[in-house]
């Protein structure tokens, strides 16, 4: 796997290499066929290649010779013109594969790189995650990762191509006429210069259009997320006003570029109109002395070369903005490709298997900070939790409950102090085998779209159909799901938006069952169950002695029958014990049981 985005050339390097030096061929091919024209010419004007004036046109004569002994002047146009006609079909057959080979390149790297994206962001923390945003990692795997694609293909394409090209015309124009040659050469760095000044402006522009974009990325996916809660809201237009601003800019700024680079393909036809009208002027004596070396079929190598010049300029400076996109996209790219993930994951971690009642988690003096200015949300936590316990963990919002399950998850990592797992160091355990050992289900249920099988299978992909059902059951979720024609076949839609909150959150309780973890995690995941259902789901959960629950909840009902409830206050254990006994050594738990409980007595 590439560690950042050079990693996919080097692995690409025989492609990116080959490519470019076919096209040498195609590109001497471009340069001869003036030539060859010009001797063509020649040969009608002086008859034998001996009296043509200039040594190139006379060697390209005599080569056409060879072929028409019998010094036809019909003979020597069609000899020219077939082989004129055979470079084009070899220059075809080089173009194809070179080209193929461009795009292969291009592709197998544009792959690499999305491929090594994705990875990364799969091992990112929510920390990391966070800071960097949901809507510029898609901006990153969608667009940037296609302007990087983009651009390696350009540049396999023209890197050798357009610079041999301009140097050859450069070269032969000297060589017909040096006058000529010099008109060239003053307007190629003419057009050249102008381009990069115009690239230098447009530049900083590209990255603040990508900017714009991961804001209007970010807006779209918030709304469509959100739709419900705008309309009931009704905050549409408030909305639409947002995103018309945010589209605005992204527009201006895309405009400002574009005019910028669309300066260069008539500033480079004005130039090279110039130079053209220059070279008339001073050439025009030339065209009919009949005695001056310099004859017609110069004039129209010349003009050959002075329009293979301004097309392959025009071609170089569209080419230079696009390989320009793509190595912007390839900084933003590899600002996420290099991040060193916090969650450090060590080779060969250890594992190990406790006994039923034996310590399983134990949070040793915890501190943890959600940035890195030492401003501790949890000052010196410590509790621990044994296998085959029911642990209840409750506080009001903001209290830190979930973000002891991310600790415990290693979706964070402690600032100080250590937590331990069956008496290993958290840091030091097998994340893969630490994470198999939990079934974690979040307040927010996510499903993915397929089937309600396919879903249960990404958690255990061992689970037989039975297997499926008896996670169904005692997540209460096989009553209506056996209801469907197709059961646990029954399409899933994308987030499971073709079923209910409740239906949702028992689903996801199943898919963690069905993995037959060593720890339940349940995080809020049965706020949107009545009071019944969840009383059922916990009692189906406590006929297994031997998994360990954790149950994070804002309602005391669902955690008062725990073995133990950690009671969390602004980062803080303020209470921990069974439930009676916090009634009475817990202001703040006896307060929120009299405020749920008393009032739905």
Not at 307 to 328: E, Y
Not at 421 to 448: E, M
Not at 498 to 525: H, M, T, W, Y
Request: charged share 20%.
């Amino acid at each position: 796997m590439i560690n950042r985005v050079k990693d996919a050339y080097k692995r690409n390097i025989i492609s990116i290499v080959l490519g470019p030096l076919l096209k040498i061929i195609e590109a001497i091919f471009d340069l001869l066929i003036p030539l060859i024209m010009k001797a063509i010419i020649d040969l009608n004007q002086y008859q034998t290649p001996e009296a043509i004036p200039h040594s190139i046109s006379y060697q390209l004569a005599s080569f056409i010779r060879l072929f028409n002994p019998n010094n036809g002047v019909v003979n020597d146009a069609l000899v020219g013109g077939i082989i004129i006609l055979c470079m084009g079909m070899v220059g075809y057959i080089i173009t194809m594969i070179s080209q193929y080979i461009a795009a292969h390149a291009s592709v197998n790297v544009g792959t690499e790189v999305r491929s090594a994206l994705y990875n990364k962001i799969l091992k990112l923390s929510k920390k990391e995650r966070d800071n960097i945003g949901n809507s510029k990692l898609l901006t990153l795997m969608n667009s940037d990762s296609y302007q990087l694609q983009h651009g390696v293909l350009l540049f396999v394409r023209l890197i050798v191509r357009a610079p041999l090209i301009l140097l050859g015309a450069l070269v032969i124009s000297f060589i017909l006429d040096w006058r000529v040659g010099l008109a060239y050469l003053a307007i190629v760095p003419i057009i050249l210069i102008s381009t990069l000044i115009i690239l230098r402006s447009t530049s900083k522009g590209y990255v603040e259009i990508q900017s714009d974009l991961d804001k209007l990325s970010n807006q779209v996916s918030e709304v469509t997320q959100g739709a419900k809660v705008l309309r009931a809201s009704n905050t549409q237009k408030l909305e639409k006003d947002k995103f018309e601003n945010k589209t605005a800019s992204y527009e201006n700024k895309s405009i400002r570029v574009n005019k910028l680079n669309a300066l260069i393909n008539p500033l480079t036809f004005a130039i090279t109109s110039f130079v053209l009208v220059v070279i008339i002027l001073l050439l025009q004596k030339d065209l009919f002395d009949a005695n001056n070396t310099l004859i017609a079929s110069t004039i129209i190598a010349e003009m050959s070369y002075l329009a293979l010049i301004f097309f392959v300029t025009v071609q170089l400076s569209s080419a230079v903005i696009d390989i320009v996109k793509g190595a912007i996209a390839a900084m933003r790219i590899d600002s996420v490709i290099t991040i060193k993930p916090a969650i450090n994951i060590v080779e060969n971690g250890k594992t190990a298997s406790i006994h039923t009642s034996e310590q399983l988690i134990r949070f040793n003096n915890v501190y943890f900070s959600f940035s890195d200015n030492n401003q501790y949300f949890f000052n010196d936590l410590s509790f621990e939790i044994r296998k085959g316990e029911t642990f209840g963990i409750i506080g009001g919002t903001g209290s830190g409950k979930s973000t002891i399950v991310n600790l415990i998850e290693r979706f964070y990592d402690v600032s100080k102090g250590e937590i331990l797992y069956k008496g290993i160091p958290l840091k030091q355990y097998d994340l893969t085998a630490l994470r198999n050992d939990i079934g974690l289900v979040n307040q927010k249920s996510s499903l993915f779209k397929g089937t309600i099988k396919s879903n249960y299978l990404m958690s255990n992909p061992q689970a037989n159909d039975e297997d499926i059902v008896e996670a169904l059951k005692q997540a209460e979720a096989y009553e209506f799901v056996k209801k469907y024609s197709d059961t646990i076949d029954h399409l899933v839609q994308e987030g499971g938006n073709n079923f209910s909150g409740g239906q949702r959150q028992r689903l996801c309780i199943g898919r963690a069952l069905v993995k037959k973890p060593e720890i339940l995690i349940l995080d809020d995941a049965t706020s949107a169950l009545d009071l019944l259902t969840d009383k059922r789901i916990r009692s189906r959960l406590n006929n297994d002695k031997t998994m360990t629950k954790i149950i994070v909840s804002q309602r005391v009902a669902t955690i008062q029958n725990a073995d133990y409830i950690l009671v969390l206050e602004g980062g803080q254990v303020v209470g921990l014990g069974k439930h009676k006994d916090l009634l009475v050594s817990c202001p703040i738990y006896k307060e929120i049981y009299e405020t749920q409980i008393k009032k739905e007595q």
